[in-house]
């Protein structure tokens, strides 16, 4: 008898054809997932225990709306999302959002370079600046890999599994309260939180996120064919950026509000178990807070990178040599201001927010209005329910601008 194999046998299985086709959107969950949105969960778990879960959830719905339609739109076109807005307004505009959003990535870099380090310093006990230097280094050195896609696709599986195995285990530890957890889920707004809802949303639902994702999908070549491996593989990574960032927040709720421990950083889950469990436990959760950090602090360079690159009409493919360049050097700034000033300097996190103002209310409406046009999008324009949920985002992302505009000019 032959001992050939047959034919079946090499047939992947279904979970291999599943996360063969997770990449883009676990790509994009990471990036969104970094220490400052960790610190922002955790402290509105701190706070407000499990009263606020439903804005998690809410936020969810609303990326999962935007990252959806970047999807399609990627499948629907061979060229990119800024290709297309140049193509459908002109230059100007395709300049104003693809500088726009190299900007909004680039002023939370810093952050991640921090988060990376600090993570690192804490499980050896040794300086941060070094990590800071020698993670950048290591996001800098992905970039002269044959495929850098595969590479950053396989390393964020990797990251968001250590994140889901850390804080699932932190999770367990803190035995939250079941009934707690389903009332979270019942819109209120206790006193005092609207501030903190409000970045809440801004920071999980990220349209700048959702708008790389086209050109994930196209990087990874999904095309119309595969219109059913796009869409279920896009809501997959956005779940899964929930189901974490719900886990951060029942941890927050069930082990510091209890104890009336205030969050300054992303760590301090960590800090408060230890007493508790053991000097194992603040490992376990530092552990996925640097999946987080380095796993976002490489995702937005990759998107900082791409749009900076493609305004200056430098590539948009991540394997052209402009837009490396352009990833190393949004690298390179993160680390030497983390190593500068040792925390996001307030400057930068007020100019962050006045860029936000003016670019995420016009790219939600870009991307609306591309995803509706007949001529570029074919039968995979937007259909008439996911119109009206992303009419909410887009009026949501004004009230978040004028929300900063306030906060900005007026306070």
């Known amino acids: ?23 883009p959107s676990l790509i994009t969950a990471a990036l969104v997932l970094g220490p400052g949105s960790i610190t922002l969960t955790s402290k509105l778990g701190s706070l407000y225990g499990y009263d606020l879960l439903w804005v998690l959830v809410l936020s969810i719905c609303f990326m999962l709306v935007f ?13 990119s999302l800024l290709s297309v807005i140049r193509n459908k307004w002109g230059k100007f505009a395709s300049f104003i959002i693809g500088i726009g959003a190299f900007l909004v990535t680039s002023s939370f870099q810093a952050g991640n370079s921090i988060g990376s380090g600090l993570a690192i310093a804490d499980l050896t ?14 996001g800098m050195s992905l970039l002269f890999t ?23 285990l ?26 903190l809802i409000i970045g809440l949303v801004a920071t999980t639902f990220s349209i700048v ?31 899964i950026l929930g189901v974490i960032s719900s886990m951060i927040m029942i941890s927050a709720a069930a082990i510091l509000m209890p104890q009336g421990i205030q969050v300054n950083t992303a760590g301090d889950i960590g800090k408060a178990l230890e007493p508790v469990f053991g000097s194992w436990a603040n490992a376990v959760f530092i552990i996925g807070l640097f999946g987080a950090s380095f796993s976002s602090l490489t995702g937005n360079a990759t998107i900082g990178g791409v749009m900076l690159a493609e305004s200056l009409g430098l590539g948009s493919k991540l394997s052209d040599k402009g837009v490396r360049i352009c990833i190393m050097i ?19 996190i007020v100019f962050a927010q006045a860029v936000t103002v003016i670019v995420v209310p016009i790219i939600g409406a870009a991307m609306f209005s591309v995803a509706n046009d007949s001529k570029i999008m074919g039968e995979l324009k937007n259909t008439a329910f996911k119109n009206v949920v992303a009419i909410i985002g887009i009026l949501v992302l004004l009230v978040l601008a004028v929300n900063n505009v306030r906060n900005i000019f007026f306070t």
């Open 1 to 23: 008898m032959s001992n050939e194999p047959r034919l079946s046998d090499n047939k992947p299985s279904s979970l291999a054809k599943w996360l063969g086709t997770l990449g």
């Open 67 to 79: 990252t959806e339609m970047s999807a399609r739109i990627g499948m629907a076109t061979r060229h």
């Open 125 to 138: 006990q040794t300086p941060t600046p070094l990590w800071v230097i020698i993670t950048a280094l290591l």
């Open 146 to 168: 044959k495929n850098f896609y595969k590479i950053l696709e396989k390393m964020m599986l990797i990251m968001v599994a250590l994140m889901i195995v850390s804080f699932l």
């Open 170 to 195: 932190t999770l367990i530890m803190v035995k939250p309260s079941i009934g707690g957890i389903v009332s979270g889920l019942v819109p209120t707004v206790p006193q005092g939180s609207i501030l």
């Open 209 to 239: 996120g959702a708008f790389y994702q086209s050109y994930l999908v196209q990087e990874k070549g999904l095309t119309q064919d595969r219109l059913k491996d796009g869409v279920k593989e896009s809501f997959t990574g956005i779940i």
């Open 330 to 348: 949004v690298m390179a700034v993160g680390a030497l201001v983390a190593l500068l000033f040792g925390q996001v300097p307030l400057e930068m």
